[in-house]
């Protein structure tokens, strides 16, 4: 076990200052793997603000595109649509990762209080060297703990960058449209005119 092994470890007449230093270091240690899994909850918190984003974006595409009089050509709407939809889906799963990075599923291990009573009962040394021990194991589980919200959190951040890509090629794909497609037939303006003189001619 490893309390044997910490026992073992330290001898002498410096067996309190070196089970001190032991404890010391053991919660060190345990305080790191709490604040990975903290930080990583407060950046996948603000990844979570992308579900909205997405709300927002798609009621506004889905009304452009649901309405024929504004984007004109069965390819141009597919496109937009298409993009619209890659766009949606990229932010809504980021959201989804990014809530499970916060959720409550696995919890933080702490040494445990009932056997503050069982410690104070033995030498400092035994106590200290006992607390390091259950402070070590503790850290062994958040780290996997803290592990798994960064794993997740690394998936948030991926669909979130497909997102922006997506989001890239909708306003490309909107701006090509405005450019190219969204201007008025300039020719029947102008040949229609002439057509009307003909007819008047003839009917003289």
């Known amino acids: 076990m490893l309390v044997g092994r910490l026992r073992s470890a330290i001898s002498g007449e410096d067996a309190a200052d070196r089970s001190k230093e032991i404890l010391a270091e053991a919660q060190k240690i345990f305080a790191d793997a709490e604040a990975r899994g903290e930080g990583a909850e407060r950046r996948a918190t603000t990844l979570q603000g992308a579900v909205a984003i997405a709300t927002s974006v798609l009621l506004a595409g889905g009304a452009l595109l649901g309405d024929p009089s504004k984007i004109?050509?069965?390819?141009?709407?597919?496109?937009?649509?298409?993009?619209?939809?890659?766009?949606?889906?990229?932010?809504?799963?980021?959201?989804?990762?990014?809530?499970?990075?916060?959720?409550?599923?696995?919890?933080?291990?702490?040494?445990?209080?009932?056997?503050?009573?069982?410690?104070?009962?033995?030498?400092?040394?035994?106590?200290?060297?006992?607390?390091?021990?259950?402070?070590?194991?503790?850290?062994?589980?958040?780290?996997?703990?803290?592990?798994?919200?960064?794993?997740?959190?690394?998936?948030?951040a991926w669909w979130f960058r497909g997102a922006l890509i997506s989001l890239l090629a909708l306003a490309t794909l909107l701006s090509a449209y405005l450019a190219f497609a969204s201007q008025p037939d300039r020719s029947c303006k102008t040949e229609r005119p002439h057509a009307v003189r003909i007819i008047r001619v003839l009917g003289r």
């Open 72 to 156: 004109h050509g069965g390819a141009w709407r597919s496109l937009l649509a298409l993009a619209l939809f890659l766009v949606t889906v990229c932010l809504v799963m980021a959201g989804a990762r990014a809530l499970a990075a916060t959720a409550r599923i696995h919890v933080y291990h702490r040494p445990t209080p009932d056997n503050i009573v069982e410690r104070a009962e033995k030498n400092t040394s035994d106590a200290r060297i006992e607390l390091a021990a259950e402070t070590l194991e503790d850290y062994s589980f958040n780290h996997q703990v803290a592990s798994w919200k960064i794993a997740y959190l690394a998936a948030a």
